[in-house]
């Protein structure tokens, strides 16, 4: 675990009206079963496997495979296949520890999830991972460019009804915390899953056992460190 993931928690000291939570990494770790079966693909490909892997966390899939312009290879056929692979595949996708109380505790019209994972994919991890299926999802089908790109933080706002600048956006990798900022959210980095440290004067919190939100009687949040 990187020396970030074991610093203690960086808490915002305002108020937010929504979160937008990051769903691989950030609420739930799929960390195994997604590099089983990007890896199988990868090595089939005939690339560096160990190489890849970090490459295509945070991104939706479809974006991941056209930016290695592999000759013969239809990008839209091989997401595809991988995300067939993801779903048979779901052995060992557990919640963040604390997730799931710390969703529970949110009104469920405040919050949301914007996943480069297609809505199929979605589900079926938040099922394994025993995580509530949010009233707010947005998913790699919702937006025409995924992470980093900020389409899809700003539909997120939009959805919960409120501006970017009101929305705490939740993030693990690097792809997805340039996506919240440039939205104009501020970004809470979960370091729980990655070993590499986070660069920017982010808040982060290593997962949610150390912290609760708070609802004030007007339905602003606020993230307080448990005594």
């Known amino acids: 675990m990187s020396s970030s993931a074991s610093e203690n928690p960086v808490l915002p000291t305002r108020s937010y009206r929504g979160f937008l939570f990051d769903m691989d990494g950030t609420i739930l770790n799929s960390i195994a079963a997604a590099e089983r079966v990007w890896?199988?693909?990868?090595?089939?490909?005939?690339l560096d496997v160990e190489k890849f892997l970090p490459f295509m966390h945070g991104k939706r899939g479809i974006d991941t495979i056209t930016s290695?312009?592999?000759?013969?290879?239809?990008?839209?056929?091989?997401?595809?296949?991988?995300?067939?692979?993801?779903?048979?595949?779901?052995?060992?996708?557990?919640?963040?520890?604390?997730?799931?109380?710390?969703?529970?505790?949110?009104?469920?019209?405040q919050?949301?999830?914007?996943?480069?994972?297609?809505?199929?994919?979605?589900?079926?991890?938040?099922?394994?991972?025993?995580?509530?299926?949010?009233?707010?999802?947005?998913?790699?089908?919702?937006?025409?460019v995924g992470k980093p790109d900020p389409q899809g933080y700003k539909l997120g706002?939009?959805?919960?009804?409120?501006?970017?600048?009101?929305?705490?956006?939740?993030?693990?990798?690097?792809a997805g915390i340039k996506a919240g900022e440039a939205s104009g959210a501020e970004v809470m980095v979960i370091t729980e899953t990655h070993s590499h440290p986070v660069e920017g004067g982010h808040f982060r919190i290593r997962n949610y056992l150390q912290v609760a939100p708070?609802?004030?009687?007007?339905?602003?949040?606020?993230?307080?460190?448990k005594a």
């Open 214 to 225: 708070h609802v004030d009687a007007d339905g602003a949040i606020s993230i307080v460190a």
């Open 157 to 174: 706002a939009q959805r919960l009804g409120f501006a970017s600048s009101d929305v705490m956006v939740f993030e693990d990798v690097s």
């Open 111 to 144: 919050w949301g999830i914007v996943t480069s994972s297609p809505l199929e994919l979605a589900r079926a991890r938040l099922a394994a991972a025993g995580l509530p299926q949010p009233r707010h999802l947005v998913t790699a089908e919702d937006v025409t």
């Open 39 to 46: 890896g199988r693909w990868a090595e089939a490909q005939g």
């Open 68 to 109: 290695l312009n592999l000759p013969g290879v239809d990008p839209a056929v091989e997401a595809e296949k991988i995300l067939r692979g993801e779903i048979e595949d779901l052995e060992g996708v557990v919640p963040i520890p604390g997730a799931a109380e710390f969703l529970a505790a949110l009104p469920p019209e």
